[in-house]
């Protein structure tokens, strides 16, 4: 059985200090891993999605994920922090294979400090 | 431009009360989900259909009801079997893996 870890469920940052949130996976399978960010009242937007090749991935508004199979983590980070980035963050795995059901953490709810 | 509507985006119900959440989507997706979201808990499958007239319970279906009639439809019913339905419901859809998500359905019970 999948499942996702995020450890934090609050995480403080400084405007222009550098952002991390931890995701830790467990997967039978080889992973396709994503992040999605939500902003209040609102659904979620990806980031940025790991599948398959280059494993240090880019994604929208300056946030990069690495994936790392032998510490089973998709840790994501920016690294400078701006006041627009304060959301709920949520790492997700599927195996993307016989189906495409993704299994969500409980999210990281991200504060940007002026 | 192409996207998830979910309506009504929030509502209001008594106990006892079913209710159904609309779901529509013109990304030509065979796949449907629906999901809940409760404070510190993330979300939760409650059921996907991976194609027209077909569909597969989740992690939390009691008290939950799906159809698949079109692929652009998948509504929601939550039946007053549904013992804390006060939630927000999220509709995704996907092609290749990448879930895309509505704006969600905030349903409290009164």
């Known amino acids: 059985a999948q499942s996702v870890t995020q450890l934090g469920s609050h995480v403080s940052v400084s405007e222009g200090a550098l952002v991390l949130l931890r995701c830790n996976y467990s997967?039978?399978?080889?992973?396709?891993l994503f992040w999605y960010v939500q902003y209040p009242n609102q659904g979620l937007q990806l980031l940025l999605k790991y599948t398959t090749g280059a494993t240090l991935v880019k994604g929208i508004n300056g946030f990069e994920a690495e994936f790392k199979k032998s510490e089973t983590s998709f840790h994501l980070t920016k690294p400078s922090a701006h006041m627009s980035d304060a959301a709920e963050y949520f790492c997700?795995?599927?195996?993307?294979?016989?189906?495409?059901?993704?299994?969500f953490g409980s999210g990281t709810r991200l504060l940007v400090r002026p | 431009d192409g996207g998830i509507t979910q309506s009504p985006k929030y509502l209001f119900r008594k106990e006892g009360q079913n209710v159904t959440l609309s779901c529509e989507q013109n990304?030509?997706?065979?796949?449907m989900y629906w999901y809940r979201q409760d404070p510190g808990q993330g979300l939760r499958l409650i059921y996907y259909s991976q194609i027209v007239n077909d569909f597969q319970k989740g992690d939390i279906a009691e008290g939950y009801s799906v159809s698949r009639e079109k692929k652009e439809s998948f509504p929601l019913t939550v039946t007053s079997a549904q013992k804390n339905p006060t939630a927000f419901y999220l509709c995704a859809s996907s092609h290749t893996g990448e879930l895309f998500f509505g704006e969600g359905s905030r349903l409290t019970v009164l």
């Open positions: 997700a795995v599927s195996d993307g294979r016989s189906s495409y059901k993704l299994i």
């Open positions: 990304l030509n997706h065979d796949a």
């Open positions: 997967s039978s399978v080889p992973p396709y």
